[in-house]
Protein backbone atom coordinates (compact mmCIF):
# COMPACT_ATOMS: atom_id res chain seq x y z
CA UNK A 1 0.00 0.00 0.00
CA UNK A 2 2.97 2.59 1.03
CA UNK A 3 4.66 2.10 -2.28
CA UNK A 4 1.36 2.87 -4.32
CA UNK A 5 0.93 5.80 -2.03
CA UNK A 6 5.25 6.89 -2.99
CA UNK A 7 4.02 6.59 -6.41
CA UNK A 8 1.38 8.97 -6.54
CA UNK A 9 2.97 11.72 -5.03
CA UNK A 10 6.24 11.16 -6.76
CA UNK A 11 3.70 10.92 -10.26
CA UNK A 12 1.59 14.17 -9.14
CA UNK A 13 3.47 16.16 -6.16
CA UNK A 14 5.77 18.67 -5.95
CA UNK A 15 7.31 21.00 -2.97
CA UNK A 16 7.12 24.83 -3.22
CA UNK A 17 9.18 26.98 -0.76
CA UNK A 18 7.92 30.10 0.65
CA UNK A 19 10.30 32.68 2.02
CA UNK A 20 9.34 35.97 3.71
CA UNK A 21 12.54 37.80 3.96
CA UNK A 22 12.43 41.46 6.04
CA UNK A 23 12.90 44.61 4.13
CA UNK A 24 14.01 47.94 5.23
CA UNK A 25 10.50 49.89 4.71
CA UNK A 26 12.09 52.71 2.65
CA UNK A 27 14.87 51.21 0.03
CA UNK A 28 12.86 47.51 0.27
CA UNK A 29 16.58 46.07 0.38
CA UNK A 30 16.65 42.93 2.41
CA UNK A 31 17.89 43.66 6.27
CA UNK A 32 20.79 40.95 6.56
CA UNK A 33 20.36 40.88 10.62
CA UNK A 34 17.37 39.75 10.52
CA UNK A 35 16.30 35.76 9.71
CA UNK A 36 14.32 34.69 6.48
CA UNK A 37 11.13 32.38 7.56
CA UNK A 38 10.30 29.52 4.89
CA UNK A 39 7.86 27.15 4.83
CA UNK A 40 7.99 24.16 2.45
CA UNK A 41 4.48 22.70 1.06
CA UNK A 42 3.25 20.18 -1.23
CA UNK A 43 1.19 20.63 -4.29
CA UNK A 44 -0.84 18.72 -6.49
CA UNK A 45 -1.57 21.65 -9.10
CA UNK A 46 -0.36 25.58 -9.41
CA UNK A 47 -3.14 27.65 -10.01
CA UNK A 48 -2.90 30.26 -12.49
CA UNK A 49 -5.02 33.18 -13.15
CA UNK A 50 -5.94 34.66 -16.25
CA UNK A 51 -7.10 37.74 -14.93
CA UNK A 52 -4.81 39.88 -15.71
CA UNK A 53 -4.87 38.70 -19.19
CA UNK A 54 -1.20 36.99 -19.61
CA UNK A 55 0.46 36.56 -22.97
CA UNK A 56 1.12 33.25 -22.43
CA UNK A 57 1.71 30.36 -19.76
CA UNK A 58 5.07 32.11 -18.74
CA UNK A 59 3.27 35.28 -18.41
CA UNK A 60 1.34 33.78 -16.06
CA UNK A 61 3.69 31.84 -14.02
CA UNK A 62 5.41 34.71 -13.85
CA UNK A 63 2.51 36.37 -11.56
CA UNK A 64 2.53 33.38 -9.84
CA UNK A 65 5.53 33.37 -8.98
CA UNK A 66 6.59 36.96 -8.32
CA UNK A 67 8.01 38.64 -5.48
CA UNK A 68 6.03 40.66 -3.60
CA UNK A 69 6.07 43.30 -0.20
CA UNK A 70 3.90 42.08 2.69
CA UNK A 71 2.52 44.09 5.81
CA UNK A 72 2.44 41.80 8.70
CA UNK A 73 2.86 42.36 12.30
CA UNK A 74 6.41 42.36 13.12
CA UNK A 75 7.02 44.49 9.61
CA UNK A 76 7.29 44.57 6.14
CA UNK A 77 8.34 41.29 4.78
CA UNK A 78 9.33 40.67 0.78
CA UNK A 79 7.23 37.19 -0.24
CA UNK A 80 9.03 34.78 -2.49
CA UNK A 81 7.55 31.12 -4.24
CA UNK A 82 10.28 28.87 -5.46
CA UNK A 83 9.90 25.25 -6.37
CA UNK A 84 12.32 22.69 -4.84
CA UNK A 85 10.51 19.42 -6.45
CA UNK A 86 8.64 19.06 -9.48
CA UNK A 87 6.75 16.39 -10.25
CA UNK A 88 6.79 14.12 -12.81
CA UNK A 89 3.55 14.93 -14.29
CA UNK A 90 2.82 18.73 -13.40
CA UNK A 91 -0.72 19.86 -13.43
CA UNK A 92 -1.51 23.82 -14.11
CA UNK A 93 -5.12 24.95 -13.33
CA UNK A 94 -6.53 27.83 -15.02
CA UNK A 95 -8.24 29.90 -13.19
CA UNK A 96 -11.16 31.43 -15.81
CA UNK A 97 -13.86 32.49 -13.27
CA UNK A 98 -13.75 36.03 -12.62
CA UNK A 99 -16.05 38.11 -10.65
CA UNK A 100 -17.59 41.13 -12.40
CA UNK A 101 -18.37 43.32 -9.69
CA UNK A 102 -20.16 46.26 -11.24
CA UNK A 103 -22.80 42.88 -12.76
CA UNK A 104 -21.91 41.52 -9.62
CA UNK A 105 -21.91 38.13 -11.03
CA UNK A 106 -19.47 35.31 -11.93
CA UNK A 107 -18.15 35.68 -15.30
CA UNK A 108 -16.14 32.82 -17.24
CA UNK A 109 -13.00 33.93 -19.52
CA UNK A 110 -12.39 32.16 -22.93
CA UNK A 111 -9.42 33.92 -23.54
CA UNK A 112 -6.63 32.05 -24.73
CA UNK A 113 -3.30 30.89 -23.17
CA UNK A 114 -0.90 29.81 -25.38
CA UNK A 115 1.80 27.24 -24.66
CA UNK A 116 4.35 24.97 -26.22
CA UNK A 117 4.33 21.19 -25.95
CA UNK A 118 7.65 21.84 -23.89
CA UNK A 119 7.54 23.89 -20.57
CA UNK A 120 10.61 24.90 -19.06
CA UNK A 121 10.44 25.34 -15.41
CA UNK A 122 14.18 26.21 -13.86
CA UNK A 123 13.17 29.98 -13.51
CA UNK A 124 10.83 29.40 -10.83
CA UNK A 125 13.32 26.24 -9.35
CA UNK A 126 14.97 27.07 -5.90
CA UNK A 127 18.64 28.18 -6.66
CA UNK A 128 21.88 28.80 -5.48
CA UNK A 129 22.68 30.17 -8.77
CA UNK A 130 24.25 34.06 -7.34
CA UNK A 131 23.81 35.24 -10.99
CA UNK A 132 20.03 34.24 -11.35
CA UNK A 133 19.25 35.20 -7.43
CA UNK A 134 20.47 38.87 -8.27
CA UNK A 135 18.80 38.98 -11.74
CA UNK A 136 15.24 38.29 -9.41
CA UNK A 137 16.36 41.03 -7.19
CA UNK A 138 16.65 43.10 -10.33
CA UNK A 139 13.10 42.34 -11.32
CA UNK A 140 11.93 42.59 -8.03
CA UNK A 141 13.25 46.12 -7.43
CA UNK A 142 12.20 47.14 -11.18
CA UNK A 143 8.12 45.64 -10.55
CA UNK A 144 8.08 47.51 -6.84
CA UNK A 145 9.60 50.95 -8.26
CA UNK A 146 7.53 51.06 -11.32
CA UNK A 147 4.19 50.11 -9.12
CA UNK A 148 4.72 52.34 -6.22
Known amino acids: MSLNIDLVKRLF ?3 TKQTL ?3 DTTTKEIIESKEARTKEERFLN ?3 NIGDHPKDIYDAL ?3 FTED ?3 LDDGEVKRSLTITELPNILQIQ ?7 RVRLIPVKSIEPLPFEE ?3 MDRYMETENQ ?3 DKTTEVFHWRHWRAG
Do not use: N
Not at 94 to 100: A, K, L, M, S, Y
Open 131 to 133: ELI
Open 94 to 100: IQRVQFD
Open 62 to 64: DTY
Open 21 to 23: TPV
Open 118 to 120: QLY
Open 69 to 71: LLQ
Open 46 to 48: LIV
Open 13 to 15: FGK
